[in-house]
């Protein structure tokens, strides 16, 4: 169960740092390492418990739209992710994100790139 909890955070952590790696001029961060565990630990806890919710409340909206709502709820999992960080006080982690836009395109990466993780994980 730890090694599970572990590789899950692992795995999100990397997803962020490829997110800001493809969009630095959008999504900056400061703390380093300590950035990345933060992030990939919170972004665990809201993809296991808030967007499971998020996506049971929009269910008519998702078949109405052929899942491109989804993208949308991204992005605000991604902006819940935002308001998070700025909320927990550790010293040296920030995180900012530029534009509207942004949360979506992030929201849209982050999926992405934790859905191919998983599939290559999964695979061994």
């Given at each position: 169960?730890?090694?599970?909890?572990?590789?899950?955070?692992?795995?999100?952590?990397?997803a962020l740092?490829?997110?800001?790696?493809?969009?630095?001029?959008?999504?900056?961060?400061?703390?380093?390492?300590?950035?990345?565990?933060?992030?990939?630990?919170?972004?665990?806890?809201?993809?296991?418990?808030?967007?499971?919710?998020?996506?049971?409340?929009?269910?008519?909206?998702?078949?109405?739209?052929?899942?491109?709502?989804?993208?949308?709820?991204?992005?605000?999992?991604?902006?819940?992710?935002?308001?998070?960080?700025?909320?927990?006080?550790?010293?040296?982690?920030?995180?900012?994100?530029?534009?509207?836009?942004?949360?979506?395109?992030?929201?849209?990466?982050?999926?992405?790139?934790?859905?191919?993780?998983?599939?290559?994980?999964?695979?061994?």
């Amino acid at each position: 169960m730890l090694k599970k909890i572990l590789i899950g955070i692992i795995l999100n952590g990397a997803a962020l740092y490829g997110v800001i790696y493809f969009m630095p001029q959008d999504l900056t961060y400061t703390g380093g390492l300590k950035f990345f565990v933060l992030g990939g630990l919170v972004m665990g806890i809201l993809n296991s418990i808030v967007k499971p919710i998020l996506k049971l409340l929009t269910f008519p909206l998702q078949i109405i739209t052929l899942g491109l709502s989804l993208i949308i709820l991204n992005g605000i999992i991604f902006w819940i992710f935002k308001v998070i960080i700025d909320t927990i006080v550790v010293k040296g982690v920030t995180f900012e994100v530029r534009g509207l836009a942004t949360y979506l395109v992030a929201g849209l990466a982050f999926g992405l790139i934790n859905w191919v993780e998983h599939l290559i994980i999964s695979n061994k």
